[in-house]
Antibody, heavy 116, light 108 residues
Framework: EVQLVESGGGLVQPGGSLRLSCAAS????????MNWVRQAPGKGLEWVSY????????YYADSVKGRFTISRDNAKNSLYLQMNSLRAEDTAVYYC?????????WGQGTLVTVSS | EIVMTQSPATLSVSPGERATLSCRAS??????LAWYQQKPGQAPRLLIY???TRATGIPARFSGSGSGTEFTLTISSLQSEDFAVYYC??????????FGQGTRLEIK
């Protein structure tokens, strides 16, 4: 069974940093592209970042470029999102999602709250 | 950026009836469109990809149609578990994936 489990969310002050993790199981993690998608409270879905299966190709939404860094460790079956210079508008549930063109499996999400 | 517009924002339908949800793209996305279902407190679940292909395990009462800029998700006979928020997503402009704002399907 495919499972994606996010962790690392919490309350952080504006300008602070946080590192999210996504632990994958039930599939060959190193064969799949992965993404982070977020959802602000009561709002819709916003794509945040993409990483290829090897980690060699990375993309970011303009809203997070220069502040967020996506990475992966295929030996540990894990995906990461390093978030720096956090802003109030980054408050959201962050989901990791496996990509097969579309997003076929999602984690349960981890809540990031940016507030003083 | 390709803007996805869903209508209506809220749809009220009785159980057993048919629901039709619409999604329009600001420019052609070919058939590179997916539909997701999201229930409160849960992650989105993939329903349809390639505009009309049901994902694994999705009941046959869910169907998708359309291409280019106009798409439809139809639920043929609503069950209680189908009341949720539905999102369309284009991946034609990959990696600049964009989602619609969602349609809330509620019990009438």
């Amino acid at each position: 069974e495919v499972q994606l489990v996010e962790s690392g969310g919490g309350l952080v002050q504006p300008g602070g940093s946080l590192r999210l993790s996504c632990a994958a199981s039930g599939f060959t993690f190193s064969s799949y592209e992965m993404n982070w998608v977020r959802q602000a409270p009561g709002k819709g879905l916003e794509w945040v970042s993409y990483i290829s299966s090897s980690g060699s190709t990375i993309y970011y939404a303009d809203s997070v470029k220069g502040r967020f860094t996506i990475s992966r460790d295929n030996a540990k079956n894990s995906l990461y999102l390093q978030m720096n210079s956090l802003r109030a508008e980054d408050t959201a549930v962050y989901y990791c999602a496996r990509e097969s063109g579309q997003f076929d499996y999602w984690g349960q999400g981890t809540l990031v709250t940016v507030s003083s | 950026e390709i803007v996805m517009t869903q209508s209506p924002a809220t749809l009220s339908v009785s159980p057993g009836e048919r629901a039709t949800l619409s999604c329009r793209a600001s420019q052609s996305v070919s058939s590179n469109l997916a539909w997701y279902q999201q229930k409160p407190g849960q992650a989105p679940r993939l329903l349809i990809y390639g505009a009309s292909t049901r994902a694994t395990g999705i009941p046959a009462r869910f169907s998708g149609s359309g291409s280019g800029t106009e798409f439809t998700l139809t639920i043929s006979s609503l069950q209680s578990e189908d009341f949720a928020v539905y999102y369309c997503q284009q991946y034609n402009n990959w990696p600049r994936i964009t989602f619609g704002q969602g349609t809330r399907l509620e019990i009438k």
